[in-house]
């Protein structure tokens, strides 16, 4: 810890009991496969989850290459690019 006033626990937050509260299902399950012809995903747990919008966090380092089709290209943001433009699709 760089500052060291913060703890672990002031900082996490517990996803499956904080999220249904606002009206968010959890979900705790690997995603399988991206369909985005039908705005699908399929689980490692065998459920297909539609979408209207889907969101891919990779985390702070960039894995394009782990989705096929998606890249600087086309169809991706980055919430770390400071030259991104909000609200276009790349």
Known sequence: ???KWRTREDITVDLASTLPR???KFIHAA??????????VTMS???????DYLVIATGPKLAFDEIEGL???GF???VC???AHHGQRG
């Open 1 to 3: 810890m760089a500052v």
């Open 71 to 73: 890249g600087p290209e």
């Open 81 to 83: 690019d400071v030259g």
């Open 31 to 40: 995603t399988e496969k991206v369909n985005p012809e039908d705005n699908s």
């Open 22 to 24: 606002h009206g968010v």
């Open 76 to 78: 991706t943001q980055s």
């Open 45 to 51: 747990d065998g459920q297909n989850l539609k979408y």
